[in-house]
């Protein structure tokens, strides 16, 4: 079953602005779910944690729904292998130096070039104090995809940790993470997953891929501004916490320190609770392999971005057309139709005679929005060149957005390119 688009951008209150919002790869609209389970839990449930009475055990029951809705969207075994936190980064930096307390000197550890600084200097950092080599792995500047070859000699050494990530947020490559973790294992490393770009394109199995850790944001993902990790948990539950002393010992208590955004972790809920909605409308039957793993909502939820996935194509298609009948303009990453399996619908490049921040601006005048920059991924621009020409323009629509707005976008970024609106 297709997706209905003009059913399903109703699950989204901001799209009745009349703008196309390419802007996704830095943050997605929130979907009407999400956003309705943020103004319960406020007007209804709103308490802080463990009381006594009853807004306290309600919103005590919204968390667990939470925590066993996220589970249940990465295929977690349980749901105490779920911590929620404030953003990515935070919980990164969090566990960072919760690991790095078991590195010594002499130890190495593994981070790519390709991927966003959130994956790459909490790592740094916990090595520097520990004494602890940091070991780059490239890409290929060429089409943007990681060097498995650098990978491989990296973990002669036997590293500690391979930090990497699931798709890029600057280049759209999903890198083959599955086969990344087998290797890192047979090195004897832990593997630290930054699954933020990917969560909102297709379907996340941590199980299946057998990683130890794996992050996502859920504003990336239709939610509200939070972050989520998944955990083994055995590792949360053996690793030392840096907390207060009055918190819980066992995971995941131990590691969301301080009160949370409630209202934010119910908002997660949401967000989960619309993909349910989407696998059950547009889901289908939908077969795909390994289908007969899940029942229930995690079927519902494979079904979900499974449909999302296939859609995707669609737009990812539309985009490469526009965007290689562009004249003066290079795309940095993958460009073959043949290899959408390999990336996700997020676009970056940049066209001669323009700073990518100009035509940022004059998009956005036209009401095409879209990042400029290095978007936190500077290992990237820095090893392509252009950190120090501004960076690139990037776009990536997402499933609520349709052919047709690609096609108005091309249309302006045509008028712009031939000179037809000004610029300096």
Known sequence: MTLDLPTLREQFPSLKRPVIFFDNPGGTQIARKSLDRIIAYLTYHNANH????????????????????????????????????????????????????????RDEIVVTRLDHDANITP?????QDRGVTVRWVDFHP?????????????????????????????LGTINPVKEIVRMAHAAGARVYIDAVQYAAHGPIDVQDLGCDFLVCSSYKFFGPHAGILYGRYDLLDELTAYKVRPAP????????????????????????????WLGREFGGETGFQGAERYQSRRLLLKRALNAVRAYEFELSRAVLEVLSETPGLTLYGLADERQLEQRVPTFSFTIKGWHPRQLAEELAKANVYAWDGNYYALAVTERLGVEDQGGMLRVGPVHYNTVEEVHRFGETLGRLVAGKMPHA
């Open 249 to 276: 010992h066992n995971s995941p208590g131990k590691w969301e320190t301080g009160t949370q955004n409630h209202e934010g972790i119910a908002g997660v809920l949401g967000a989960v609770e619309y993909f349910e």
């Open 142 to 170: 060429e089409n943007g995809t990681l060097n498995l070859e650098d990978l491989e000699k990296a973990l002669e050494n036997r590293p500690r940790l391979v930090a990497v990530g699931y798709a890029s947020n600057a």
């Open 50 to 105: 463990g009381g006594a009475f009853a807004t306290s055990i309600e919103s005590d029951a919204v968390l667990e729904q939470a925590h066993q809705a996220m589970a249940d969207f990465v295929n977690a075994a349980r749901p105490e292998e779920i911590v929620f936190g404030n953003n990515m980064t935070t919980l990164t930096l969090h566990l960072s130096r919760s690991l790095a307390r078991q590195w010594s000197a």
């Open 123 to 127: 790592w740094a950092l916990a090595a």
